[in-house]
């Protein structure tokens, strides 16, 4: 199967911590990806993890990968208004091609 | 200088037209895409380009046809507009062996 599921919508308040979940199916998916997606404007690569790694810390965000529940998580640290977008998991399928399967996105509003 | 560009930005027309949409990329990439974004936000690919063969070509209306004259340019002709097409889509590109894609602004396409 090709699903990616994410919860629609997020609220937290600036200075918080916000996590966003991400569920795939495909287990033979090789990397995972975060893209933001801020109102009117295209997708920008945030961060992506091997499947072989358990995590990954970059500044702000943390990803966290459980292979075996086949669950990816952003953590965004001291999160700001300007963090309020759409953030969409997806997962490279393990097929012969690159396509990526996109999640559904997560509205992420943060409330000063 | 912009990594992944579409003309034009955005493309108002009346059903039943026919309309192209180009995409460039100047990252010396071998591997161009074609997504959809619908009115719910959801992503889906369409068309995957690799050295200019079609390698992709998801469940997608004959009404659309890809080109790719060379690997820096991908197109997207849409014949005989429905109301339903009218979405954003998504340029992107990738070099085949590497894990990253990197999208462009997006057109956005509004069919009356």
């Known amino acids: 199967g090709e699903d990616v599921e994410q919860s629609l919508f997020l609220s937290v308040r600036e200075g918080d911590s916000s996590v966003i979940n991400c569920t795939y199916t495909?287990?033979?998916?090789?990397?995972l990806y975060w893209y933001k997606q801020e109102p009117g404007a295209g997708l920008q690569l945030l961060t992506y993890?091997?499947?072989?790694?358990d995590m990954k810390q970059d500044q702000r965000l943390t990803v966290l990968l459980n292979k075996k529940d086949k669950h990816l998580s952003l953590r965004i640290a001291d999160t700001q208004t300007g963090d309020s977008a759409i953030y969409f998991c997806a997962e490279k399928y393990g097929g012969a091609t690159n396509k990526l399967i996109f999640g559904t996105g997560t509205l992420l509003a943060v409330q000063p | 200088d912009t990594a992944v560009s579409q003309t034009p930005k955005y493309l108002v027309t009346q059903m039943g037209n026919d309309k192209s949409i180009k995409c460039e990329q100047n990252l010396g990439h071998d591997t161009m895409y074609w997504y959809k974004q619908d009115s719910k936000k959801f992503l889906k690919i369409m068309f995957s380009y690799n050295n200019k063969e079609l390698i992709i070509n998801e469940t997608v209306p004959n009404r659309f046809s890809p080109k790719s004259p060379d690997k820096a340019h991908l197109n997207l002709h849409i014949n005989s507009l429905e109301l339903g097409d009218s979405a954003v889509y998504f340029c992107?590109?990738?070099?085949?062996?590497?894990?990253?894609?990197?999208f462009g602004p997006g057109t956005r396409l509004l069919v009356l």
């Open positions: 495909d287990s033979s998916s090789t990397y």
């Open positions: 992107a590109s990738s070099q085949f062996t590497e894990e990253t894609q990197y």
């Open positions: 993890i091997f499947s072989n790694m």
